[in-house]
């Protein structure tokens, strides 16, 4: 057996079912390698496209995802999606080929330093010279990437490397769920719910971190009567009907979030699995935690106190520390009234299909067990603050690094990684036109993934966020119409359109029985006024 095929029987056996990439020639020996082992390759049309795929497969399922392409023009592709991982915390391993060890220094084709280019955006970054430790390094980098916080590691294997003869003895496969347990104090877990049960109101702010433990958070809000706040990367946790839930806050926090943050008799708040990035924040905001109480539950020790103070620091694992909680809470003795609905009423003060219409719309058309996958755009704040996912449903976004085009790669890797529920992306335009041709991808390999693009030619996002911040705009940002929806039935993939709402009375029957991708193109004229101003207020401070 040599390294190259060590290697894919080391992955095999850690539970990793497929590898995204693109070969090339200094990858070659474990792309050969991979035609004997009951892996599936994705070879995707950019390897933008793999690492961002890896990067959602891995982000929504904690399973290791396995990104694999040439050390020098592969990986320069793969930078968005290893970033993304990064900052979605999630556990990527990429493997990248690099020259002949006899060839380094002298100017081969190919070569470039990948191990020091990606090491700030992993958490681990190494190159192996000596064939006598691939496999311990190997197994090192994987370690790492499982052990939470989860995260990006990358190793970079000489082509020689690859193809010479691997050690008798291999290591063992790490079990993950074992690397993954973290032990918590009960002491401040004990002042963290002495904090519940001194409050008369409260508020529970819900980071992705909560996916693991939604059921107990949801008896834990119905114990206390403390209503519910997700930030945008736990979009979908909570179902939108759950009684006490009062929907995104953060970037375009629906109008009932918003209200019950500033004007509430909140006086304690309870923060579970959430970085408390800028787009879970309005931009850092201390009117969330402004004379309250705040506990703060993470498993990544370094969230705690990092960007507000906290009265009770607690690392520990969600599924461990909410039932602690709920067993030591005093159930409340008024009840929580919701206002409905969550947000204003919808005004005419636009031309053209509403996208804020289309999205209340949406998941009453579409499965409700869909997991919705959001691009970045001016789109995205009306799916923040509009698109209500129902219980079986879930949703996945990262605004923390907030890249174009994330999404439209990404779906697949949703996919990928749980089979059992459909999978819709939503995205722009500009979107699409940056990273589009994964939807190619998808038609490959026959993932019934529905594209949802809404075209309103532009990159209306910077249109309007110039003319906010300047004052001025220019006319490249507007682009000629294209039909998207024919563009992609070139492609033999099956489109409809939407330009009244009434269309959407069709998607029902055009999303079933899906034998590959699905693009439906939605047309407005990008008049409709976004709920963006937090982003275009956080830019000018
Ligand atoms: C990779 C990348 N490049 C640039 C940006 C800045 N940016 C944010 S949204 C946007 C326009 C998105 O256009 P589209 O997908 O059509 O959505 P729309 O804003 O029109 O709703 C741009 C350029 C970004 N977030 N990511
Ligand atoms: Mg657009």
Not at 99 to 114: L, S
Not at 515 to 534: F, H, K, Q, R
Request: a negative charge; one cysteine or more.
């Amino acid at each position: 057996m040599n390294i190259a095929e060590a290697i894919l029987k080391y992955l095999k056996e850690t539970g990793v079912d497929c590898i995204f990439g693109i070969p090339a020639g200094i990858i070659g020996p474990i792309y050969d390698a991979l035609i004997d082992v009951d892996m599936k390759p994705i070879i995707t049309k950019n390897e933008a496209g793999a690492a961002y795929m890896a990067a959602r497969y891995a982000s929504t399922s904690g399973k290791l995802a396995v990104c694999a392409g040439a050390g020098a023009v592969g990986v320069a592709n793969m930078m968005n999606g290893i970033a993304d991982a990064m900052r979605a915390k999630a556990p990527l391993l990429v493997i990248t080929g690099y020259v002949n060890r006899w060839q380094i220094g002298k100017g081969a084709i190919q070569e470039m330093d990948a191990q020091h280019i990606v090491r700030p955006i992993t958490k681990y970054s190494n190159t192996v010279m000596n064939e006598a430790e691939v496999m311990a390094e190997l197994d090192k980098a994987v370690r790492i990437a499982l052990t939470p916080p989860f995260g990006p590691v990358h190793i970079s294997v000489p082509i020689d490397v690859q193809r010479m003869e691997a050690p008798p003895s291999l290591p063992a496969a790490p079990d993950p769920a074992l690397l993954q347990r973290i032990p918590f104090d009960p002491a401040e877990l004990d002042r963290a719910a002495a904090l519940l049960n001194e409050a008369e109101h409260g508020l529970i702010m819900v980071g992705r971190g909560g996916r693991a433990a939604a059921e107990e958070i949801m008896r834990l809000s119905e114990r206390l009567q403390w209503p519910i706040i997700t930030t945008p990367s736990a979009k979908g946790i909570i179902p939108a009907d759950f009684p006490l839930n009062l929907g995104n806050y953060g970037f375009s926090s629906t109008d009932a979030a918003f209200e019950y943050v500033n004007a509430s008799p909140a006086s304690c708040l309870l923060i579970l699995g959430t970085s408390l990035g800028e787009a879970s924040t309005c931009n850092f905001n201390e009117a969330l935690v402004a004379g309250r109480k705040v506990i703060h539950i993470d498993r990544d020790g370094k969230e705690p106190g990092k960007v507000f103070k906290t009265d009770a620091a607690v690392v520990a694992d969600l599924q461990d520390a909410v039932p602690y909680l709920l067993r030591q809470a005093q159930p409340a003795p008024g009840a929580f009234k919701k206002p409905l609905p969550l947000n204003e009423p919808y005004e005419l003060n636009h031309t053209g299909l509403s996208l804020r219409l289309f999205l209340e719309k949406l998941s009453k058309v579409m499965p409700r067990d869909t997991r919705y996958v959001c691009d970045i755009g001016e789109f995205t704040n009306f799916v923040l603050k509009y698109l209500e996912v129902p219980a079986g449903g879930d949703f996945e976004i990262n605004l923390n690094y907030g890249a174009m085009g994330s999404a439209m790669a990404g779906g697949p890797g949703l996919y990928l990684a749980d089979s059992s529920r459909p999978v819709a992306v939503i995205a722009g335009d500009g979107s699409f036109f940056m990273n589009g041709s994964e939807v190619l991808t998808a038609k490959e390999y026959k993932l019934p993934i529905t594209y949802i693009i809404i075209n309103n030619a532009m990159l209306s996002y910077v249109e309007r966020g110039q003319k906010f911040l300047y004052n001025r705009t220019m006319p490249d940002y507007k682009q000629e119409r294209i039909s998207i929806a024919d563009m992609m039935r070139t492609a033999g993939i099956r489109t409809m359109s939407v330009d009244r709402l009434e269309d959407m009375d069709e998607i029902p029957g055009f999303v079933r029985e899906m034998a590959g991708p699905c693009l439906i193109e939605v047309n407005t004229d990008g008049s409709e006024p976004a709920p963006i101003l937090d982003r275009l207020k956080a830019l000018k401070k």
